[in-house]
């Protein structure tokens, strides 16, 4: 589990592929690799990973093709930054909010307002998604918790102050830049908790006659 607080920023320094999946190098001078050990996890870009290979300012992890899909790792190469945060431990402080480290999905930076004290980013998510993003609730981008300031529709409104920008790979965002999305646990929770009884019921595949009449189109 992570907290959304990132602890350093890295550098993707090489990548390897190995068949459909990659091998991926983060160098980072500031990030602290003492009590980093093989086997454990490190949010890089807020896609949770395992460490395979470890030196004193680098680690590795292996990235499969469904994470490739699902992430805004198609898109990074030599070079991309990234935010970086270790696996929390039971006695750190929940600075930001529970995050699994699981990529609901990727959203792309539609919108970049300047304002004296701070910048306002819009960010659209996949439509999927709309129905987790609430007013003032909190999302995971990039592995950064953040508080939603506004919502219109599958896009949604943050306000990122300067130290955020200074600490996180926030501050390279450009208009089409696209990013990973991570909703908050608890609104899929709720999801799920308010399905009731019918949770229990396999999902139905495709559209049957007992669907059809349950939803009103056929007469009893």
Same mark, same amino acid.
């Given at each position: 589990?992570?907290?959304?607080? #990132? ?17 991926? &190098?983060?160098?980072?001078? &500031? ?18 990973? &395992?460490?395979?290979?470890?030196? %004193? ?23 991309? =930054? ?10 750190? =402080? ?27 980013? !819009?960010? +659209? ?7 987790? #993003?609430?007013? +003032? ?16 529709? %599958?896009?949604?409104?943050? !306000? ?25 646990? #608890?609104? =899929? ?9 019918? %949770?229990?019921?396999? &999902? ?17």
């Amino acid at each position: 589990m992570f907290t959304g607080i #990132i602890g350093a920023l890295g550098t993707i320094t090489k990548l390897e592929n190995r068949g459909s999946d990659i091998r991926l &190098t983060v160098s980072s001078p &500031t990030l602290d690799m003492s009590d980093v050990a093989l086997g454990d996890s490190i949010a890089t870009n807020g896609v949770c990973l &395992t460490v395979t290979e470890k030196g %004193a300012d680098y680690y590795c992890a292996d990235v499969s093709a469904e994470t490739i899909k699902l992430t805004g790792f198609a898109h990074y190469g030599g070079g991309s =930054r990234v935010n970086l945060e270790k696996a929390m431990r039971p006695t750190d =402080r929940l600075g930001g909010h529970i995050v699994s480290g699981h990529v609901d999905g990727v959203g792309e930076v539609s919108q970049i307002i300047k304002h004296t004290d701070y910048i306002e980013f !819009w960010v +659209k998510a996949p439509t999927s998604l709309a129905k987790y #993003i609430a007013h +003032k609730g909190s999302i995971t981008v990039d592995g950064v918790s953040l508080t939603v300031n506004q919502v219109n529709g %599958a896009e949604f409104m943050l !306000w990122i102050i300067p130290h955020t920008l200074q600490e996180t790979i926030m501050g390279t965002y450009t208009v089409g830049t696209q990013v990973n999305l991570e909703v908050d646990v #608890i609104a =899929r929770y709720l999801e799920r908790l308010m399905m009731g009884d019918k %949770a229990a019921s396999p &999902t139905t595949k495709g559209i049957d006659m007992a669907f059809l009449a349950e939803n009103g189109y056929l007469k009893r």
